[in-house]
């Protein structure tokens, strides 16, 4: 095993949850008389992070109203409705595959940490994780921040090599400022379009990831 570490986001990389997601953004919009999302598809297209960005993407005026109240409702409407998302097919084989290889993994998310710890109890993953780090609120501004004081915390020589897994331009941008080298995952909340402007690995499935890190 080349890595020590695989640094795996949460939010549609371990966790099947775009539909979830989708489902509570349109309740948003058409509370605001917006246009939906008419598909999954639809969501890759105009997510990106910070979040508000894509609300703003979406059609909302933060003029109008402050972004954390729309950012509430989303919050609500998923929360309610968490549980019933998936793992990711192929997620468990590839935690086993990557723990019997020898390296340590964690989650970075920018969820909030006691959502994420439920979610991932629920789920019966957290034994596969040596840490799992969030967010101290709801609005999934960045994780950056949460990864810099983590690197911070650690001895370098303990961590290095490793590998973030994640499925957004944000995941990418998380890995540069760690120094460490990325994948990215096109079954979750950004297209394989744009994932692979980033001119890093982009693949298809969990498995086909789990192959790659191990090989």
Known sequence: MKYKYVIWDFNGTVLDDTAVSMNAINKVLKKRNLPTLSSV????????????????????????????VPADEWVRDYTANMFSAPLSEGIWEALLKIKEGGAKQIILSASELDMLTKQTDALGISQMFDEILGCDNVYAVSK??????????????????AIMVGDTD??????????????????GFMSREVLEGFCVPV?????????????
Request: one cysteine or more.
């Open 41 to 68: 598809d639809d969501l890759r297209r105009l997510f990106c992070f910070p979040v508000k960005d894509y609300y703003r993407r979406l059609g909302m005026d933060f003029a109008d109203e402050p972004y954390e």
């Open 144 to 161: 950056a921040h949460i990864a810099e004081s983590w690197i911070k915390s650690k001895n370098r020589q303990e961590i290095f090599p």
């Open 170 to 187: 944000h995941d990418f941008a998380v890995s540069q400022i760690i120094g460490c080298d990325c994948v990215l995952y096109s079954g």
């Open 203 to 215: 693949f298809d499935t969990i498995a086909e990831i789990a192959t790659y890190i191990c090989r």
